[in-house]
């Protein structure tokens, strides 16, 4: 099965308390490494001053592993979002991002993701989206410079936590159209929890993206919204009171091991939840382990 699937380790959420510590971090992805497990790293660059971009890069050439970064929050905010209908925060945000960019080559990274902004009123929504579509297509024309690194973005949800322009399915779909006229390096990180957040059957939604998507995120996202932790809060697999349980990530692990070609390149899966306690790191990777090889063993009992 890991001929089909690539586990993909969300190492900034197991080690969520100390994201901001490169003395912790970059330890600590070494030791990821060297287990052997996840060949797939992805990491949220903490802030543009991060100065072990040598280091990092050493670290990936020599495990022959990967590494994908992502923006990191401020991203997502009005002063600075890619979706703004102001050209000049728009133009601010692609500077921003751009420079993150960069940095992330010098990591040796292969693929930098990101977000659209926040939404907006109904009636400027065609607008920031073509405003949206403009900046991906001047961020994927850099990244072909750089290495020849890839673009991702994550559809987020639209009007219940994250609140992001881009979000349902269909318009993820379009949008993606609209970068690939001018720049094929763009694809979309599809995530179960922004999906069901959308009131997207989750399934039928991964249907719908499966031809735009490079990567896969599970997540488990908490619906009722009387619950101190409503939203994309990254709960544990299976654990309540998030909405994905076992059954659920198998089935859609399933169908995309269905929907994939004989020709195509392992898939990669991250399991996305988040160390808010501040407990073992060690104890997350090993949960994580466990959920994967479970739905994989599940899968090929299934597919015999």
């Not at 420079?99 to 400027?124: E, K, N, W, Y």
């Not at 499966?210 to 990254?234: A, C, I, K, Y």
Request: some cysteine.
């Amino acid at each position: 099965m890991l001929t089909h699937f690539q586990p993909s380790l969300l190492i900034s959420e197991v080690y969520f308390p100390y994201i901001e510590r490169q003395d912790v971090m970059i330890p600590a992805i070494e030791r990821v490494l060297d287990d052997g497990f996840f060949q797939r790293i992805e990491w949220m660059i903490p802030n543009p001053a991060f100065s072990d971009q040598a280091r990092l890069r050493r670290l990936f050439e020599q495990h022959d592993a990967t590494l994908v970064v992502w923006c990191p929050g401020m991203i997502d905010k009005p002063d600075c979002s890619l979706s703004s209908t102001a050209a000049t925060i728009r133009n601010h945000a692609i500077d921003f991002t751009g420079r993150l960019m960069d940095i992330a080559a010098a990591c040796g990274a292969t693929t930098f993701c990101v977000r659209s902004g926040p939404d907006v009123q109904p009636h400027q929504r065609p607008e920031a989206m073509r405003g949206l579509a403009d900046s991906l297509v001047q961020l994927c024309e850099r990244a072909q410079q750089l290495n020849n690194m890839r673009v991702v973005l994550e559809p987020l949800d639209q009007d219940a936590h994250k609140c992001m322009l881009l979000g349902h399915s269909d318009q993820a779909i379009k949008l993606v159209d609209m970068v690939r006229q001018a720049q094929s390096n763009f694809s979309l990180c599809w995530d179960s929890g922004h999906a069901m957040l959308n009131q997207e059957e989750p399934i039928a939604s991964l249907n719908q993206c499966w031809p735009m998507v490079e990567q896969l995120h599970l997540s488990s996202p908490v619906l009722d919204r009387t619950h101190p932790w409503f939203g994309d809060t990254h709960v544990c697999v299976g654990e309540p009171p998030g909405a994905l349980d076992m059954k659920m990530l198998t089935a859609i692990l399933a169908r995309a091991f269905a929907l994939r070609q004989p020709h195509d390149r392992p898939t990669p899966v991250a399991i996305e939840q988040r160390n808010w306690m501040a407990t073992s790191p060690d104890n997350f990777l090993s949960h994580i382990r466990q959920v994967m090889t479970t739905a994989w063993q599940q899968i090929r009992h299934q597919d015999c």
